[in-house]
């Protein structure tokens, strides 16, 4: 089975500092939902896994999380793509919870679900927890210069084997010719 796990904001939506509270606040970024749909006509199963800090915060809850992957679902379907599934992490830093990224928890609970080995399993994010959770797994990191993506390159430090693409839609071309 070809799976790959994708972060949501600053990947597949635009990010922001004040955190993306609302189904209104969830736009997607340009040919984001064009990659999923590749991905999707390739074959490939897709799982979203994201940090969702904001509820544990209380700066918005479940309800509303829940609108914003009903919208996410939603275009992504319009766009001719599937979402297969989508794995939160609501906790602050502060729970020392094992699901929040750079900690592999939602890496291990993808993997479990869908019997996929996280050997070579390519993870796609705009940050370094989401390189670090995927790495620490032997999994493919990738990271995307939208979001946060810019600053996370020109900071460095990334994990080795790191690819690096523009955007979704150009890594989504590198997975889907590279694996048959």
């Known amino acids: 089975m070809k799976l790959v796990i994708l972060d949501r904001d600053g990947v597949i939506n635009k990010d922001r500092d004040d955190f993306v509270k609302n189904s209104l606040e969830w736009e997607p ?5 064009e990659a999923i ?3 999707t006509q390739a074959g490939w199963r897709i799982v979203v896994a994201t940090n969702q800090s904001g509820i544990g915060r209380g700066l ?3 309800h509303a999380l829940h609108a914003m992957h009903t919208k996410m679902h939603r275009l992504v379907n319009q766009a001719g793509g599937r979402i297969d599934a989508v794995v939160v992490c609501p906790h602050t830093p502060d729970d020392n919870c094992e699901c929040r990224k750079p900690l592999p928890g939602m890496v291990k609970e993808v993997s479990e679900r869908f019997n996929v080995k996280p050997d070579g399993l390519p993870m796609v994010g705009d940050s370094l927890r989401d390189l670090e959770a995927i790495a620490a797994m032997g999994g493919q ?3 995307v210069k939208t979001g946060k993506g810019e600053k996370t390159f020109e900071k460095g430090g990334l994990p080795e084997g790191t690819l690096v693409f523009d955007d979704l839609y150009d890594a989504v071309e590198y ?3 590279t694996h048959h």
């Not at 970024?29 to 939902?33: A, G, K």
């Open 29 to 33: 970024l340009d040919h984001s939902l």
């Open 60 to 62: 918005f809850d479940l």
């Open 175 to 177: 997975l889907i010719q």
């Open 37 to 39: 749909a590749n991905l």
């Open 141 to 143: 990191p990738i990271l």
